[in-house]
């Protein structure tokens, strides 16, 4: 028996799944994307946050990215990316922020918040 994973299914699965509790969050607070000052997505892989942040309407300049420095780094990609914006000064008081991840066992989940 061999493990095979079925990747574009996967694929397809994280970015509805994604897009729909990132949306339940907003719609649960009175917000949209538009109330959105940065958006820091689990850091999978690129396509998935292109592909979230695009169904999202979310523009490019306030979505986090560090995959290309760090990878993916599983359940600790947003912690770190978090700390990241924060150090770099992407986060002022008063932001809305959106976080948003999809992980093993197929599981999901968004938080929302301001800073």
């Known amino acids: 028996m061999f493990i095979k994973m079925h990747g574009n299914e996967v694929f397809k699965l994280a970015v509805r799944a994604m897009e729909d509790v990132a949306r ?5 607070n009175d917000l949209t994307t538009d109330d959105i000052d940065l958006f ?12 979230i942040g695009k ?4 523009a490019e ?10 990878g993916n780094t599983s359940a600790a990609s947003i912690p770190i990316a978090l700390d990241e914006a924060n150090r770099s000064g992407r986060l002022k008081e008063g932001d809305v922020v959106l976080l948003d991840a999809f992980g093993g066992g197929l599981t999901w ?6 800073w």
């Open 55 to 58: 169904r999202l309407g979310i």
């Open 24 to 28: 339940q969050a907003l719609a649960a």
């Open 109 to 114: 989940g968004s938080a929302l918040f301001r």
């Open 61 to 70: 300049e306030k979505v986090f990215i560090n995959l290309e420095r760090y």
């Open 40 to 51: 820091i997505p689990h850091q999978a892989n690129r396509r998935i946050i292109d592909a």
